[in-house]
């Protein structure tokens, strides 16, 4: 068992109050666990050493795993990084909202936030509880996402309490995030050649539009073990359950039939006909039809409760189609079903 690293997590409303001693919180160095309209992240002071030290810490994050630098206006962006007008651009049309932007940072910002790299990754969320939060503390707050490395990601702040309570002294509770999973990270070092380093909501058709220049999609880059990721989000093996997820291109009566009695399988929507299914099987489905935006709502909620319900093996119908969540669920999936390898803890304790 880890060592704890608080007494007590305490979960708060976001009233005026709550959140003029969560700011207060966060400009001594401790650390909140924040909604965001992607995932609950864990944050803390961005240019603090310390601070950031805590939030690898309370994950058990490697070192070599940058973390996202969240902001509340465009003002602050400047002291962070290198802003090109490319950025500006694109900031001007998706921000606040789910895209993450790297650029080459300024002296500022610790070593430790980018995991030595001469670039920071900067984001400016659209949750209106968490942007009251930095407007409060006047801090850019280093936010990744608020569970133990590796594992699912939390869509609820009782998803975090479940994973870090005990490890982190408090948790904003801003309700279910609205998106589900983590935000597009767009690459601009060299903003002649944009390249989409993580899928999320933002499609890369939507970015090209705005700069007028192609994008380059993102083509499932991953990360060697043992070598910095440029962003999160990259590394071969990530948002893994404990229990063994297989990929299921699309499920048929084959697939009903091949579901053994510790079996979960996952449909991305409902059936239109129903299949015989074996005793202490499950059959869950994510959309009532093929609605991307509600299967990623549900996605993490979803693998959370399969992971914690006894089943041997979670199968997951991969979603088809271009859509940017499509492709965002394609990709944590995979992550998620790639096995682990030596070394590589992903439970939540």
Aim: hydrophobic share 40%.
């Amino acid at each position: 068992m880890p060592k704890r690293l608080a007494t007590r997590t305490q979960r708060l409303t976001g009233t005026p109050r709550n959140l003029a001693r969560l700011a207060a919180a966060l400009r001594r160095g401790d650390l909140v666990a924040v909604p965001t309209e992607t995932v609950y992240g864990l944050a803390g002071n961005a240019l603090d050493p310390k601070a950031c030290r805590r939030i690898f810490a309370a994950k058990r994050r490697p070192t070599n795993d940058p973390l996202i630098v969240h902001i509340h206006e465009l003002g602050q962006w400047d002291a962070l990084a290198e802003v090109p007008p490319e950025a500006l651009l694109v900031a001007g049309a998706f921000w606040p909202g789910p895209l993450t932007i790297v650029l080459p940072k300024k002296p500022v910002v610790p070593d430790l936030a980018t995991s030595g790299l001469p670039s920071v990754a900067v984001r400016m969320p659209a949750h209106p509880l968490f942007r009251r939060l930095l407007k409060t503390c006047g801090l850019p707050l280093a936010a990744p996402s608020a569970n133990p490395f590796g594992y699912l990601s939390p869509t609820t702040a009782q998803h975090v309490l479940d994973n870090l309570s005990g490890r982190i002294p408090f948790v904003l509770d801003g309700g279910a995030c609205d998106i589900g999973v983590e935000s597009t990270i767009l690459d601009l070092r060299n903003p002649r050649r944009p390249v989409i380093l993580r899928p999320g909501a933002i499609h890369a058709d939507d970015l090209s539009r705005v700069l007028r220049c192609a994008v380059t999609p993102y083509r499932g880059k991953k990360t060697p073990p043992g070598s910095t990721a440029v962003a999160p989000g990259m590394l071969e093996q990530h948002y893994s359950p404990r229990t063994p997820l297989v990929l299921v291109g699309r499920a048929t009566a084959a697939t009903f039939k091949s579901l053994g009695s510790g079996d979960a399988l996952v449909l991305m929507a409902k059936p239109t006909r129903r299949f015989p299914v074996p005793s202490g099987a499950s059959v869950r489905w994510l959309s009532a039809e093929h609605d991307p935006a509600a299967a990623a709502h549900s996605l993490f909620t979803c693998l959370r409760k399969l992971d914690t319900s006894g089943h041997s093996r979670i199968l997951v119908e991969l979603p088809r189609g271009r859509s940017a969540l499509a492709e965002a669920m394609r990709d944590r999936l995979t992550r998620a079903a790639a096995k682990t390898r030596p070394g590589t803890d992903v439970s939540p304790e």
